[in-house]
């Protein structure tokens, strides 16, 4: 198929269906309706809602469904003689979800979703069931919202080497930290303003535990670096042992917190994949401290382009919708390949790196109660794991809980801040967990 | 070709002919050499160079170029049999690169191109052509350098409708701006410094007064809104006009200067492209404002996605060469479409937006005469031309050489800023011209 055939024979209509329609499925709609002509401009064909099928027909979803053929059975989607792409809403990473993606692609349909969950865990497999069936399966939606940075890493940076690539992959944390920042909030209180917003679930475990954020960067991961996507080596550490003194120390140390997941290769020690998604110190002149509020954002580094920066909505029914159709055209433009960059096959096995062999510097804060000898307690725990100590900060007692001591190291393996903070922990004198936080190197 | 077939049957390699071997072209070379086997994996086959032609053999490039075939007559690589791809990197908008553009796409090869003076005044004649041969046309180094802007807005925001797209499109000028900003340089310090560092050509005319901007924003016009492609609807003001003074009452009233090239829809006086370059005042709470150096950025704003921002490295060997190479792998990939999205006889005609009727608040700046007087001419010239002033600062002389008066406007008409400052500029009470600045909206 030539791709300038569109002007002189007229392409058929891409006919798509849609799978469980909460509030992405009614921005899909939605938009497919508002943009409808410009969308089959660009795509040189028109794009079609064919049939649409969820759990309960009834419910009131504000957009208008009536004019679409309502399969109660998602199966009977995947039958359809017209139905060319199906795409999946449904969410999590097994399930029906599973099964309309294995069914829809092994009955040869393209494939759309927007489950990060199901493609960091079942992607492989389901990228492998495309390629024997020789059909598109795009994800764009999985990560980052409406940023195309799944496209801007497969083919905007395919030229390059790429040394690391990293982000801010959960708005509902993000959102969090800068109202943490901005009003001086406990993470609490932060917490149940997103929720309050729409931006944190009642229960808000997967965003603010980081586990979301695991999912997009074991996609990114794979598609950077050419390896089998998996996210059993992705770990992860949430926000939820911050405190309102966190932020305003780093804030004092020129720099934010921002909850970020990180995929490198180890070049030094064997190659294997460092995947991780932690709070770090972002120095004030990294653009990911400007990232405000529930956005998104995405840094790649590649060994010729250098650092490229993407920063847009990574939720919410508008932009997951705008990364859901762009694949749509995208298949109907017939301007797609591979969905990890390259054959299943192709893709390297990657050992997890030592996490724990990772040179840095580190942000480190304890509350610890107010008496002597603890400060000489802290020292000795960090000299005994080979620690140095750069800066350390200590803050009076502000409310009777304890006293604040921060300290940043000089560059040393994380093994080592790990080893001293067993160490202090366990400490009858230091009150609750310390934390710690790498600071990112530019 | 199914994109799956890579595996089982191997591809035979791309084979690229490089014509225009200087800066560009030898970065080309390195990353196509450091990076082949990774671009093979990804590309799904080989990518390999066969043939390089320039105007002087023997210049030192600082690449080895002895193990390519030489060819000193640029058709010789449009006629050899063995060439897929054709690199232009030769420059300017006519001469040898229209010439081998049009050989090379009349021959049925792939061009791609980073000349954004060629496409910017033949871009749709050369599309037409591609079309016409079935052939792809491929600039993505045209506009922004490394940044994959064009494949983001042609493909990663296509399901939305964009209401405007604007950014910091030449890295010179926001280099100069960001030492003004660090340094309280004058204009001719800074680009005293740009030159010296190699940011800045001996004569800098194409990038300060705007003329490099206006190639780039005319592409992303053209692909943004669907419309031909038209340089000369774009207006530029670049940036000779700026002192010291300005910088400084910018970051003053919270904001930053960037010169900003803009299109964007008139949709209330008759869906007219509004295409203009000029110095700019960015809120400091937009990601723009925090674009260093040499860098460029992109903003586009769809009715879906929202606001899309991408920063990355705007020139230099490195950036240039990872776009045209993935221009380059998108070939290799048969992942390509038209030129700029559509068909060129799908494209509308746009005509010019009145750019008088824009309106916005202005950032207005005069050196006047100490003298009785001069603040009544200038407060009667603005209530003349119907102009609200919403602030006035005026600062003592400095240096004898006249008082800056500085003002910001109530939301109005470029056309009556204009008026007014004609009217001042004939003054024999203000030195020089009087500056003025649209303050961008968010």
């Not at 725990?381 to 200590?394: K, P």
Request: net charge negative.
């Amino acid at each position: 198929m030539s791709p300038y055939s569109a002007p002189t024979a007229p392409r058929p209509p891409l006919r798509v269906a849609l799978a469980g329609i909460g509030v992405v499925g009614g921005g899909v709609v939605r938009l497919l309706e508002a943009n409808r002509e410009l969308i089959a401009r660009r795509a040189g064909r028109p794009i079609e809602i064919v049939a649409v099928s969820a759990r309960d027909r009834h419910k009131d979803r504000g957009v208008d469904l009536s004019r679409y053929r309502w399969e109660d059975d998602m199966d009977a989607i995947v039958a359809a003689d017209d139905v060319d792409v199906v795409v999946e809403m449904i969410g999590g990473a097994d399930g029906s979800a599973l099964t309309l993606a294995r069914h829809a692609l092994g009955a040869g349909k393209a494939l759309v979703t927007a489950n990060k969950a199901m493609i960091a865990h079942h992607g492989l497999d389901l990228a492998r069931l495309a390629e024997q069936k020789d059909t598109p399966l795009k994800y764009e939606a999985a990560v980052a919202g409406g940023i195309p940075v799944i496209k801007a890493i497969r083919e905007g940076a395919s030229a390059n080497e790429i040394a690391r690539v990293y982000g801010i992959l959960n708005g509902t944390c993000n959102y969090i930290l800068t109202q943490m920042e901005r009003n001086g909030a406990s993470f609490a209180d932060a917490l149940a303003a997103a929720q309050a917003e729409g931006y944190a679930e009642a229960d808000p475990t997967f965003d603010v535990d980081g586990i979301d954020a695991a999912h997009k960067l074991s996609i990114l991961a794979a598609l950077c670096f050419g390896t089998q996507l998996d996210i059993g080596a992705v770990t992860a550490d949430g926000i939820r042992g911050l405190i309102a003194a966190d932020i305003r120390e780093a804030e004092a140390l020129g720099h934010r917190v921002r909850l970020i997941g990180m995929a490198e290769r180890d070049r030094e020690n064997g190659g294997g994949l460092y995947q991780h998604v932690q709070p770090c110190l972002v120095p004030a002149d990294h653009p990911l401290a400007y990232v405000p509020g529930a956005l998104n954002a995405v840094v790649a580094e590649g060994n010729f382009v250098g650092r490229l920066f993407f920063e847009g909505a990574g939720a919410g029914a508008g932009p997951t919708a705008s990364a859901i159709v762009a694949d749509i055209i995208d298949i109907a433009r017939d301007e797609y390949g591979p969905a990890f960059a390259m054959p299943v096959d192709a893709l390297d096995a990657a050992p997890a790196a030592d996490a724990g062999a990772r040179v840095g510097k580190h942000y480190v804060r304890l509350i610890v109660e107010d008496r002597i000898g603890v400060l000489a307690e802290i020292a000795t725990a960090m000299r005994d794991a080979g620690v140095s100590i750069e800066s350390l900060i200590q803050r009076g007692s502000e409310d009777g809980d304890g006293v604040v001591i921060v300290l940043v190291t000089h560059e040393g393996p994380a093994s080592a801040i790990h080893a001293a903070l067993d160490v202090l922990g366990a400490s009858d004198h230091v009150v609750g967990a310390p934390m710690h936080m790498p600071i990112l190197a530019l």
